[in-house]
């Protein structure tokens, strides 16, 4: 084991031997300012005088890169998907210091409107040594980078989400769902470089199936999204990052925990190869008091063990892109707290996800399959085993007429389960949008869609949004006030998670409608504050949010089964506020929402949402050096789709997770200079309390992990 | 657990409730057994089991729209689909897939416990029995272990547990009756599927010595067979054969209902449901019928309930259906389940509307509703107080 990490370190560090006198081009989409890969850039000198700066033509394999450049040289900008652009001269080039700055490219999609394309010859490139704060018009949005996640103690996807505010993680059996400003967790839309990972047949994804290693960021986008998302994304989205990165990590913990993932990239065939995988292993069998039976008991979970692996793989070209995820898990069903009858039970999910896009006369076509396994067995009682295999594939085609962006999209869905369950539908879709800003700065932006979903047994599903923001105020050159808001309409069609995955046992179908988001509407106000080193921001808005036919799940005998209900009223606040300060930083979110199901004469609080939720950090870092005290709390939780009842709630919960980190690059003997090695040890859930994030299942009290993360980083 | 529960009751309403109770019951006594020989009164108070969402019990009376909620199971999972009311103590359980726990509640003092049957039991129904020397003595079918479990206990002291074992397949109810304790096989692999295994059976077990007879049930199938006993006759029910293993679903035998002499130890006769039916929910109607709860079929699961008589089991049928053809406010036909009259003929039943709230309908012996009132949400049973 140790010789065969001492050869992947010589081997990481004998590649990309380091530029000198360089400087760091960063390249990202204009419209989501997410990070682009794959991209090709190419110096050529402007000026014969200053020949000797200019370098070869070069693949971005991370989000950055480091190439030589001069003040009249010109950068050649391209990427698959993208319209190339070219950076000349000074002022850009000349204005970024050699040694600290990093130049910002944005480039548009090939489906860019005249407008926009009109307004990206405007907008000044940037010139930063900070990172950028992603946004988008009108939207509360918030992005970590897996950089500053690991840094925090973070080595799962799972744990940089609980580093985020605005999140409310709801974990059962090994399975981890997401919710946001609310939401249930099929509400969320989950995407990887806008690469839909929702099955269609269960409406969710298990962000637990994706490897860290092969993310850049993560961004989660709070309310409805039909235009840029599509169906489902009516409570928020998660928008996942790929990165080619090499990386390579080992983490332990208690209970058990045992993760090694890590990711390559190289260049070959002109295109640049990427690929990530990760093993992950825990028994979970922690102690817990069962208050459940006759007389409360210390016990352990029994049969709560989880496996999984994942490999990803990605080819980026000039002209087309192709990306390939798959994923394994087998997992232990662990019963409710005092429920035997599940402890020989298991759970198998295969997951396969290809997707490919290609440039078409400035225009750009995605396509992509899903494909979902799941098995149930219960070595007890064979005759219960279960499998269902749920088969996904879309197609779309973008582009803009005008300023007018376009959308048009085909897809099907197919089930097969045991139990004679067949189903399958078409859908379609066509949508439209148009942005506007205000010319020469950002004082201003607009951006107004529509969508239409056809979708075989639910009809024609309109939905629309319209989002806007805008500088109010600005005091002096450091400060400024945004005014935002937003509204819009979604639409979750039923998936046949709504009709057979809730359980087990064999369910019948019920016909269900389509649930309907009438309006998802946010307004605040959003100060930024400060220099790169020293910045203050703070935001909050207020948002409501009207469902129709809310899917909501009934248990019951026969009528064990969704059922769509009158109408969900949320109204809220959510905020946040981050202060750095040299080497401290802090940041803090607090959500209030008062989310009720009006049906049948009955008022019922959303079941696990709670009225108050907040999130705090504290980071102290040196430039080695790494401390954080994460806390998260929340008030109490209904668990049931009854009306407001104490004796029905999870109590509060406050939970706090430490974590101390050391980069071991700047070690004076450290003998790989371009190689970053990052220990991590975290203490979760320092104060050991008891608590369920799903009632019914434990959570473990006080632990520990300790990770060794190796990446490559050129400088 | 502390049971939350509110009186609206004043102390002197309670007083002059008690003092009531004395009053009739020593009337009562006075007079000739039976109510079917008294003049027919409106019931005590209605229960009804909120089996899932928020479980626990709503207790409503006779009139008005008030009622108040007992929990039953905030930390738990609970899994009941019926109860047993005897002498003011409720009875429920949860099944092996949410605990195998027994609940013991005191209907006058609104006091539950909880009790720890054995793990993966499966108990089925529970029974109140006659226990002695204070002791509260409870049977409880375990469905899984092909045995019955007899716990006692005194007051608030420690339960204690014996076993009665080798009862069959899958013993579902119990009763006692003439020094034996009478268990209800279902003879289905319960311990699996439910799969029906073969006609429903009938185990008499001598609380003296070992001799046990076994009275087969010709025709009666049902993994859920259950028994009422009135005098020394049992009419044993079972809800029918169907295969749930694919959709749609199959039906393979209705339900039926069969009356048995206990002291004869013979089936008397029986009674199959009407073709294409499911389930056979069977409760003694305080007019001296049986009110037998079923499914009208597999496809729509509408709920239906027929009246039934007890000399015969023949039906007393309406003109247009098998079942009783009841109707709403508006004349509307309307649907319910847990059905079961009261002493003036008057047809009790509960439906779970959208969002799972529940009503309980009152109907007239014509048919006609004639009270609808909330009772919480998740009703999955009903029992009228005499």
């Known amino acids: 084991m140790s010789i065969a990490a001492l050869l992947l370190v010589n081997l990481i560090a004998q590649l990309n031997q380091p530029p000198r006198d360089a400087a760091t081009i960063c390249v990202t989409d204009a419209r989501t300012r997410a990070p682009l890969l794959g991209v090709r850039l190419t110096v050529r000198p402007s000026a014969p005088v200053r020949r ?8 971005l394999e991370g989000a950055c890169a480091v190439v030589r450049v001069s003040p009249t040289d010109s950068l050649h900008v391209a990427r698959a998907g993208y319209i190339a652009r070219v950076v000349v001269g000074a002022p850009p080039l000349g204005s970024v210091r050699l040694e600290g700055d990093t130049l910002w490219v944005s480039l548009l999609p090939r489906d860019a409107t005249k407008a926009e394309r009109a307004a990206e010859q405007l907008v000044p490139l940037r010139v930063t040594a900070a990172r950028a704060v992603a946004r988008t018009a009108g939207r509360t949005s918030a992005t970590l980078t897996t950089t500053d996640a690991r840094i925090a103690g973070a080595s799962t996807v799972n744990a940089l989400l609980g580093l985020m505010p605005y999140t409310n993680l709801r974990t059962a059996r090994g399975e981890t769902g997401l919710s946001l400003r609310g939401a249930r967790r099929e509400q969320v839309a989950i995407t990887l470089d806008g690469m839909p990972l929702n099955d269609p047949a269960t409406g969710m994804a298990d962000v637990s199936d994706i490897p860290l290693a092969g993310l850049r960021s993560a961004t ?9 998302t599509g169906a489902g994304a009516t409570g928020g989205v998660l928008a996942l990052t790929s990165s080619a990165q090499r990386v390579a990590s080992v983490r332990l913990g208690a209970f058990g925990q045992r993760t090694m993932e890590g990711a390559w990239h190289a260049q070959a065939a002109g295109a640049l190869w990427q690929a990530s995988a990760a093993w992950r292993n825990a028994t979970n069998d922690f102690t817990f008091v069962n208050d459940a039976g006759a007389a409360p008991q210390r016990e352990a979970r029994v049969n709560n063990d989880e496996q999984r692996a994942t490999a990803s793989l990605g080819v980026i070209g000039s002209r087309a892109q192709l990306s390939v995820l798959g994923s394994t898990s087998e997992r232990g069903m662990v019963g409710p707290a005092n429920v035997r009858s599940y402890d020989a039970d298991r759970a198998r999910t295969d997951r396969v996800l290809v997707r490919a896009q290609a440039g078409l006369r400035g225009t750009m076509l995605v396509s992509g399959v899903r494909r979902l396994a799941l098995r149930y067995v219960d070595p007890t009682r064979p005759a219960l085993d279960t499998r269902a295999v749920a088969w996904a594939a879309d197609a779309e ?5 005008r300023d007018i962006a376009w959308r048009l999209g085909v897809g099907a869905d197919r089930l097969t389960a045991t139990g004679g369950i067949t189903q399958q539908r078409r859908r379609g879709f066509a949508a439209v949008q148009r942005a506007w800003r205000a010319a020469n700065d950002d004082r201003w932006s607009i951006d107004v869609g529509a969508r239409a979903d056809l979708i075989e047994g639910s009809g024609v599903l309109p939905t629309a949004s319209l989002g806007g923001e805008r500088r109010v105020a600005r005091l002096g050159e450091r400060v400024q006030l945004v005014g935002f808001g937003r509204v819009a309409q979604a639409v979750r069609v039923p998936t046949l998670y709504d009709l057979y995955f809730s359980s087990p046992q064999r369910l019948f179908v019920r016909a269900l409608s389509p649930e309907r988001v009438d309006l998802d509407a946010s307004t ?7 220099s790169a080193r020293r910045r203050a921001s703070m935001e909050g808005a207020v948002v409501a949010r009207n469902t129709r036919d809310a899917i909501v799940w009934f248990p019951g005998n026969f009528g064990w089964s969704p059922a769509n209900v009158g109408v969900e009223r949320l109204r809220g606040v959510e905020s946040r506020a981050e202060l ?5 930083s802090a940041s803090a979110w607090v959500t209030a929402y008062d989310a009720v199901l009006s049906t049948g004469g009955l008022r019922i609080p959303t079941p696990y949402v709670p009225r108050l939720a907040g999130g705090a950090q504290l980071q102290l870092n040196t430039a080695a050096q790494h401390a954080t005290v994460a806390w998260r709390g929340m008030g109490a939780r209904p668990y049931t789709a009854g009306p407001r009842n104490p004796d029905f709630e999870l109590a509060a919960l406050s939970l706090v997770d430490i974590t101390v980190a050391q980069q071991l690059h700047p070690l004076p003997h450290w003998p790989w200079p371009f190689l970053d090695a990052l220990v991590t040890f975290s203490l979760e859930n320092a104060a050991d ?15 520990w992990a300790l990770s060794f993360t190796l990446q490559h980083s050129p400088r | 657990m502390t049971p939350q529960v509110r009186f609206r009751s004043t102390v002197c309403r309670r007083t002059l409730a008690a003092a009531s109770s004395v009053l009739l019951m020593a009337l009562a006594a006075c007079g ?5 020989n008294s003049t027919p009164q409106p019931p005590r108070g209605i229960i009804v089991l909120d089996g899932f969402i928020q479980p626990g019990l709503t207790f409503l009376g006779d009139t008005g729209s008030a009622s108040t909620k007992l929990t039953l199971a905030p930390t738990t999972e609970f899994d009941a689909g019926g109860f047993t009311l005897l002498r003011d103590t409720v009875l429920t359980v949860s099944s092996r897939g949410a605990g195998d726990l027994l609940y013991v509640t005191d209907v006058r003092t609104s006091t539950t416990r909880r009790i720890q049957l054995p793990i993966r039991s499966n108990p089925s129904r529970a029974r109140l029995l006659a226990g002695t020397g204070g002791q509260t003595l409870i049977g409880v079918a375990l469905r899984d272990s092909s045995s019955v479990a007899l716990v006692s206990f005194a007051g608030a002291g420690a339960a204690t547990s014996t076993r009665i074992t080798n009862v069959g397949t899958c013993p579902t109810d119990l009763f006692q009756f003439d020094n034996a304790t009478w268990i209800v096989d279902a003879n289905a692999n319960c311990k699996v599927n439910y799969a029906v295994q073969g006609d429903v059976r009938l185990i008499r077990v001598p609380n003296i010595g070992t001799a046990r007879d076994t009275i087969l049930l010709p025709g009666l199938r049902g993994s859920g067979a259950s028994a009422l006993v009135d005098g020394d006759v049992a009419y044993i029910s079972a809800g029918g054969d169907a295969s749930f293993a694919s959709f749609p679903y199959t039906l393979i035998a209705t339900g039926g209902i069969t009356k048995v002499d206990l002291r004869g130890k013979r089936v008397l006769t029986a009674k199959k449901m009407p073709a294409n039916t499911y389930g056979a929910d069977v409760k003694l109607g305080l007019d001296g019928f049986l009110y037998v709860s079923l499914y009208q079929d597999l496809a729509s699961f509408t709920d239906r309930i027929i009246k039934v008589r007890t000399a015969d089991l023949s039906v007393v ?9 009841l109707t709403g406010a508006t004349g509307t036909a309307v649907s319910c389940s847990s059905g079961q009259a009261d002493a003036l003929g008057r047809l009790h039943c509960i439906q779970n509307g959208t969002g799972s709230v529940t009503s309980l309908l009152v109907f007239s012996p014509a048919g006609a509703e004639v009270r609808r009132v909330a009772a919480n949400q998740g009703g999955v049973d009903l029992a009228i107080r005499p």
């Open chain 1, 220 to 228: 989660v986008s709070l309310g409805a999204d039909p235009v840029g």
């Open chain 1, 580 to 584: 750095a300060l040299g080497i401290a």
């Open chain 2, 32 to 36: 000739n057994d039976g109510i079917n």
């Open chain 1, 52 to 59: 000797q700066s200019s370098a070869a033509a070069r693949r």
């Open chain 1, 524 to 530: 605040g106000l959003r100060m930024v504050a400060g």
């Open chain 1, 689 to 703: 309390v008891s608590w369920q994030s799903v009632r019914g299942f434990p959570s473990p009290g006080r632990s």
């Open chain 2, 317 to 325: 049928t309406s003109a247009s259906a098998d079942w009783l053809v």
């Open chain 1, 397 to 401: 085609w973008r582009g803009a007429l």
